[in-house]
């Protein structure tokens, strides 16, 4: 890094209107804190109490699902590292933008899951959150309701992309929703 | 019976269960990470009320909930729903802040699946 590097960094910061990133593995106290940070920037941005509620909630729906995966997987903090991004996207609206590693084999079904939900409207989106709750906790301890409540919340499909990483098996999966 | 008081931090909400009044109080957010682990003695606590007295009131003053604790909440209204099939008096008082809707939207969508006595109540804004 120079100081070159820094000033790029903070180029596009200010293009992109990024309010929030962070970089690295993610624990529940740091999710917290980042969390509680993200709180007080909405804010200050003049968020409506509707807006900074979903952003917050699709924050933590995905840091702990992000989390949760890592730990199912035995991940060591480098390969549980992940990019979370907040910003406001050029219509103004919130984005939440992240990506984390996952192995190839769960890659197939996440995707799946993602296309079926982009697909359906809000009363179904709510059919599915009503039927996900009545079901037994997923194996890694969650309630299997994280993405459902993600793409209720988000006023556009949601969208996703994977891409592979050179040198390593796992593949790079990132989520972005539009609030 | 005993009676539990828990302090709220960050990420758990205050509780407090008094058996002698037969009244669960919870308030603030609720996303840990373990949400089962952590509301499964309030869970068991409401059970064990019901069983012995037959009366439940829960009033609630949560704000965020993330879905393991929409999940967890959604087993404690079942078991008041069973109680209240089987004759027991059961009630859920669920306050919030009137320019937070999303709290609001949240309870409306637990009480359809509920037929005991659910209010969900607007309180003007603090401050």
């Known amino acids: 890094m120079n100081h070159d590097d820094l000033r790029l960094m903070r180029q596009s910061y200010d293009e992109k209107r990024i309010l929030l990133c962070f970089n690295g593995p993610f624990s529940q106290g740091l999710i917290e804190e980042i969390g509680n940070a993200l709180r007080t920037y909405l804010a200050s941005d003049a968020a409506t109490s509707s807006a900074l509620a979903d952003v917050f909630a699709c924050y933590i729906e995905i840091t702990q699902n992000i989390r949760s995966y890592a730990r199912s997987r035995g991940y060591d903090d480098a390969a549980a590292s992940a990019t979370v ?15 984390n590693n996952i192995e190839a084999a769960d890659a197939g079904p996440l995707v799946a899951r993602i296309e079926q939900l982009k697909v ?5 989106l709510k059919t599915a959150y009503k039927e996900q709750l009545r079901r037994e906790p997923t194996p890694g301890g969650g309630a299997g309701l994280g993405l459902i409540d ?18 390593d098996s796992r593949q790079f999966f990132s989520l972005r929703v539009v609030i | 019976m005993t009676n539990i008081e828990i ?43 019901l069983a012995e007295t037959g009366a439940l009131a829960v009033d609630l003053y949560l704000l965020y909930l993330n879905t393991s604790s929409v999940k967890a909440m959604m087993d ?52």
């Open chain 1, 150 to 167: 993600i793409a209720r919340k988000a006023s556009a499909p949601l969208s996703c992309s994977l891409r592979d990483i050179p040198g």
């Open chain 2, 7 to 49: 302090a709220a931090t960050q990420s758990t909400p205050a509780i407090s269960a008094d058996a002698g009044a037969g009244r669960l109080t919870m308030r603030g957010d609720s996303y840990p990470e373990n949400s089962f682990a952590f509301f499964a003695p309030i869970i068991e606590w409401a059970e064990r009320r």
């Open chain 1, 85 to 99: 991004v907040i910003g406001r996207n050029d219509e103004h609206r919130y984005e939440i933008l992240a990506g």
């Open chain 1, 120 to 124: 359906m409207d809000k009363t179904q």
């Open chain 2, 76 to 127: 404690l209204f079942d078991l008041l729903e069973a109680a209240h099939r089987a004759g027991r008096r059961v009630s859920v008082h669920w306050y919030y802040d009137q320019q937070n809707l999303r709290v609001a939207e949240l309870a409306e969508e637990f009480k359809e699946d509920c037929s005991f006595a659910f209010e969900i109540i607007a309180e003007p804004t603090a401050g």
